[in-house]
Nanobody, 121 residues
């Protein structure tokens, strides 16, 4: 019943910027952590950024200072602002919510379908 839909990916030149969105719908009670992952062809999925409901955000060393994660609680939408993009940032980006659907359920990971980001001149 919980669905995450990513958008905002596309083709961008090196040094450019993109903002990815992750719209959540369905039954959501409490979000523990919102995260963004990415996976390049032939490589393992890696954690890019995470934002706990409370606490400091964390970023992978490779994107530190260039990417910024945020969340709009009213719109139930998460964002990943990406700047100074590099070819090595090319990957499918996935949003992830570690959350509870109700006070009676345990924490569970929900994933979006992914959005392609291609950085190339």
């Amino acid at each position: 019943q919980v669905q995450l839909v990513e958008s905002g990916g596309g083709l961008v030149q090196p040094g450019g910027s993109l903002r990815l969105s992750c719209a959540a719908s369905g039954e959501i009670f409490t979000i523990n952590t919102m995260s963004w992952y990415r996976q390049a062809p032939g490589q393992e999925r890696e954690l890019v950024a995470s934002m706990p409901n409370r606490g400091r955000t964390e970023y992978a060393d490779s994107v530190q200072g260039r990417f910024f994660i945020s969340r709009d609680r009213v719109k139930n939408t998460g964002y990943l602002q990406m700047t100074s993009l590099r070819p090595e940032d090319t990957a499918v980006y996935y949003c992830n919510l570690n959350m509870r659907r109700s006070p009676w359920t345990e924490l569970y990971d929900y994933w979006g379908q992914g959005t392609q980001v291609t950085v190339s001149s």
